[in-house]
T-cell receptor, first 113, second 115 residues
Framework: GQQVMQIPQYQHVQEGEDFTTYCNSS?????IQWYKQRPGGHPVFLIQ?????EVKKQKRLTFQFGEAKKNSSLHITATQTTDVGTYFC?????????????FGPGTSLSVIP | DAGVIQSPRHEVTEMGQEVTLRCKPI?????LFWYRQTMMRGLELLIY????????DSGMPEDRFSAKMPNASFSTLKIQPSEPRDSAVYFC?????????????FGPGTRLTVL
């Protein structure tokens, strides 16, 4: 079946270092969303990418959607302790009768002060 | 807006008991999703509704699980009988086509422990 994978599973960085997580789908996606979940919290929507090759920025976060709409990345510049959490990508797959959103397994980010 | 409301926040029950989780979506949202999150399996979509109608329930683990949405402001997820392997955090999320139906707003979750 359709799968959305993320690497790495875990990442430990020193505060101030950059961080990147990659999301790959076995199927072409209609769009992709990114969510952040703080420890003990719930997923919170960050952004949605729709167009092939799209790049969006939110302060220190840069999101990219691949040309083939099968992969995406989230890059954080100069990490801070407030960036700690698990980052999920979620891809929208269009089926014949309905849509399906499939979440990746997430990348857990730890930031060492 | 109060956001998505879930109750209870924590539930501890014994194997074999019936468990009912409740969700109130954001007012005006016409999509509602139930997820289960565990360390082993991550975030799994169980079922989603559009305008109170179940659209995709392929993620519902087995017949012990059932979900209903009797009206636009209330949904339940029921497990009967519960088993220890059902222990997880259950999230409800809602969205609306007006702001992008794929932009989901999650509730705080219900942490279920089945002993």
């Amino acid at each position: 079946g359709q799968q959305v994978m993320q690497i790495p599973q875990y990442q430990h960085v020193q505060e101030g270092e950059d961080f990147t997580t990659y999301c790959n789908s076995s199927t072409t996606l209609s769009n992709i969303q990114w969510y952040k979940q703080r420890p003990g919290g719930h997923p919170v929507f960050l952004i949605q990418l729709v167009k092939s090759g799209e790049v969006k920025k939110q302060k220190r976060l840069t999101f990219q959607f691949g040309e083939a709409k099968k992969n995406s990345s989230l890059h954080i510049t100069a990490t801070q302790t407030t960036d700690v959490g698990t980052y999920f990508c979620a891809g929208l797959i269009m089926k014949t009768s309905y849509d399906k959103v499939i979440f990746g397994p997430g990348t857990s980010l730890s930031v060492i002060p | 807006d109060a956001g998505v409301i879930q109750s209870p926040r924590h539930e501890v029950t014994e194997m074999g008991q019936e468990v009912t989780l409740r969700c109130k979506p954001i007012s005006g949202h016409d999509y509602l999703f139930w997820y289960r999150q565990t360390m082993m399996r991550g975030l799994e979509l169980l079922i989603y509704f559009n305008n109170n109608v179940p659209i995709d329930d392929s993620g519902m683990p087995e017949d012990r699980f059932s979900a209903k949405m009797p009206n636009a402001s209330f949904s339940t997820l029921k497990i009967q009988p519960s088993e220890p392997r059902d222990s997880a955090v259950y999230f409800c999320a809602s969205s609306t086509i007006e702001t992008g139906k794929d932009t989901q707003y999650f509730g705080p979750g219900t942490r279920l422990t089945v002993l």
